[in-house]
């Protein structure tokens, strides 16, 4: 016990740049190589079964995936669709199963969060054919052309969601918030 103390006293009065180096070390070895992410793109279509390597938005989408999963997109899709097969896999994990996203999975609820965040935005007074052109407070698109959440869309729907303070402007320049 005393020993555990001491290490975390110790460790606290390290000087920073071997904090940094620890964190830099526990950062590493979380990350995946090259190959499991190559892997997971395949798994989930996002690359052809015999590509041999991916391009940085090939990963940005795997990264928007993963968050989407992590928010619960996968339960999204699956109360909306009743043929789940080509937009969800499983993963067996020793006892669990866990479930992911394809592409086309992806693809479906981006629409459906899309739809959701159009809906906010019309509760909030912004008809629906002007939703189209709003813009997060750094003056980005939140909707692309098809009318799908940009990433930077996402975002902001994102902290919509989970009640954080929240900006964006409308096409006359007016800005508007979640919390005012």
């Known amino acids: ?13 390290a000087p920073p740049c071997l904090r940094a180096k620890e964190a830099v070390s526990q950062t590493t070895k979380a990350l995946p190589s090259r190959s499991d992410i190559l892997s997971d793109l395949k798994r989930r279509n996002i690359v052809t079964p015999d590509a041999e390597d991916f391009t940085v938005e090939e990963a940005d989408i795997l990264a928007r995936m993963k968050r989407a999963e992590s928010l619960g997109a996968v339960d999204l899709v699956a109360q909306k669709d ?3 097969k080509k937009l969800i896999f499983e993963v067996k994990q020793g006892e669990s199963v866990r479930l992911h996203l394809t592409q086309l999975g992806f693809d479906r609820y981006l629409f459906l ?5 159009i809906d906010y935005f019309e509760s909030r007074g ?3 054919k002007w939703a189209f052109t709003v813009k997060d407070s750094e003056g980005r698109n939140i909707f692309d052309p098809k009318g799908l959440l940009t990433p930077s869309g996402e975002d902001l729907y994102y902290r919509v969601l989970k009640k ?4 964006w402007k409308l096409l006359n320049g007016k800005v508007m918030s979640n919390h005012k």
């Not at 016990?1 to 009065?13: E, W, Y």
């Not at 969060?113 to 965040?117: D, E, G, R, V």
């Open 1 to 13: 016990m005393v020993l555990g103390i001491l290490a975390v006293f110790s460790a606290s009065f």
């Open 82 to 84: 009743r043929n789940l």
């Open 113 to 117: 969060l899309s739809q959701k965040a």
């Open 126 to 128: 912004v008809k629906a």
């Open 164 to 167: 954080q303070p929240t900006e």
